[in-house]
Every structure is written in C-alpha cells, then in structure tokens.
C-alpha cells in the first residue's frame, strides 16, 4: 500500500492537522538531537519540524509492514533490522524513547536513521491526538480494559482530555484491583500507595502524572488513580522537582494510587486499538512490537 494513503488515513482519522505544535515534543526533539550533532533536516520531514505530529520520516513509496511501538528507540529499530525487513511503517506514540530512571528522552542514533533510509522504514508519530481521540485514546484503552463504565474525560490539554474517569460494575478490593492492573498491562512490579480497602470509581491517565494531577483526579471523587508513573525518576531538575513536589503531599493524599510504567500504560492502545485501526483500515500485514523492559 502507498505510504501517501496511509498517512492522509490517519491524518484524517485523528485530526492531526487540527493541533498546535506538540508539546513537550516541539522542545523535546530538537534539544535531544542537537546535543548529538546529528542534522534533523537530513532525516525528519519539514512538516514534522514545524508541528511534531504525523509523518517523521518518509524513507519509501510503498508499506508491506505496519509495527505499532510505544516510544521510537534504538531498541526497537534493532528489533525490526533484525528481521531483515524492508517497507515498513512504524507508527509510534513518542518520537523519543524515554529512559525513566535517569537520562530522560533519548535520540535514535545516525547509524540506525541511515539503515531506516536503506532499508525503506520510515515513522508516523501520534502523540496527542491519540491520547485525547474520543475512540481510540490511550487512557481510554487502558480504562476499557480494567472494566470501567459510564466514562468521562478530565485532565485537560490541548485538545481534549487526556485522563478518563468511570466506575466498576461493583466495588472490589485493593489488592483485586492491582491483580486486574497487573492482567492488562503485563507487568507484576507495580508500584502503588493504598488509602481505600475497597474501590469503585477510578481514575486512569496513561503516561504520567503529577501533584496537580493527583489532586484533580481526588476532587473528582475518585478512589484510585491508575497512571504510569506518579513519582518521576528522571534524574534532571524537572524529575527532581516533581519528586519532591510529591513527596510533600504523599503523607496526606486521599486517594490510592497505582503506577505500571509510562511505557506500559499507553502499549495497550497500540498492542489492542491501533492494531485493529491499521488492520481494518489499510488491509496489509500490521503487529505490535514490544520494549523489553516496561520501566526502562
């Protein structure tokens, strides 16, 4: 299928002409890679060095292959290099890989941006239109598949909302909720902090969240907050604020909390929702690639 086809697909169905600029990634990509020294215009589309949204890198005419990935990484492209494949589209919901105990976002490196030429691989990125699309979102797919019922959106931004918010069939406990967590996600490490035995309405906010997050799901009545990541490892000032911004308020938070990594929050859109968009909407070979390490 023409690559061409594809993107305008998907630049209808999300609306991606509609946003501003994505934030943080219009910051985000250039300082990452002007620290390497690498040239953006050799690689990255013009249209994606204005707006940060839709095709990244256009490497060929043709797509044999779809992967949806959750963060664009050096990891993923050795994946794909791997297995000898020509003609693909990546489609990915970050144009950074985000190492989470210490550096931050992380560039691809030249040598694998040359290969990707080479080889005809090229990226679509779908940051905040997918995490505030009224159908296929990644908070919405995370909540759809903990079993929440009767959703509504909080947590606004650009857009639309990025965080949904909903009640289970019936109350269960904790410790029930965290095994359901555990299910969907594909991870046993959780990391939590327990203020109800029992829940019933919930929160959920794919990627991250903060204080001024935690505290508007709380005024929202709800009894937990399912998120990828409420106590930011970065080691950089952003990371380090956040943490102790946290750690003032943890003593006396109201609601409970529940953190499976950013990467694993937002892998359920694109391992279920996604998937099926690419399958249904373009007819050819489409799969899920996956990051080894959840909290990397």
């Not at 001024?212 to 990828?228: K, P, R, S, Y």
């Not at 694109?270 to 080894?292: A, K, S, V, W, Y």
């Amino acid at each position: 299928m023409k690559l061409k086809e594809i993107t305008r697909e998907l630049d209808v169905c999300f609306n991606v002409d509609e946003f501003l600029p994505d934030s943080p990634f219009s910051g985000l990509v250039p300082t990452v890679y002007e620290q390497t020294g690498i040239r953006l215009e050799d690689y990255l589309e013009s249209t994606f060095l204005q707006t940060f949204h839709g095709l990244m890198i256009d490497n060929g005419q043709m797509v044999a292959k779809i992967y949806c990935i959750v963060f664009l990484s050096d990891e993923i492209l050795a994946k794909v290099l791997a297995r000898g494949e020509r003609d693909v589209l990546l489609i990915s919901h970050h144009p950074l890989v985000m190492e989470t105990h210490n550096r931050g976002f992380l560039p691809l490196s030249e040598e694998h941006l040359v290969e990707m030429q080479r080889r005809s691989i090229s990226v679509y990125i779908l940051h905040t239109p997918l995490d505030v699309h009224a159908e296929v979102s990644t908070s919405r797919a995370l909540a759809r598949e903990l079993g929440l019922l009767r959703l509504r959106g909080w947590c606004q931004v650009p857009g639309g909302n990025a965080g949904v918010c909903g009640h289970l069939a019936a109350p269960i406990g904790f410790d029930s909720l965290l095994t359901r967590v555990s299910a969907v996600t594909r991870v046993d490490d959780l990391n939590f902090l327990q203020n109800h035995p029992l829940v019933h309405t919930i929160a959920v906010l794919a990627g991250g969240t903060d204080v001024a997050g935690i505290q508007e799901a709380t005024a929202l009545g709800c009894d937990v907050l399912v998120t990828g990541t409420y106590y930011n490892l970065v080691q950089n000032e952003i990371g380090q604020r956040y943490r102790d911004e946290f750690e003032a308020v943890s003593d006396h938070l109201e609601i409970s909390l529940i953190e499976c990594s950013h990467y694993a929050s937002e892998a359920v859109v694109m391992r279920e929702d996604m998937l099926d968009f690419c399958t249904n909407h373009f007819g050819i070979d489409c799969g899920f690639l996956p990051q080894d390490d959840p909290w990397y």
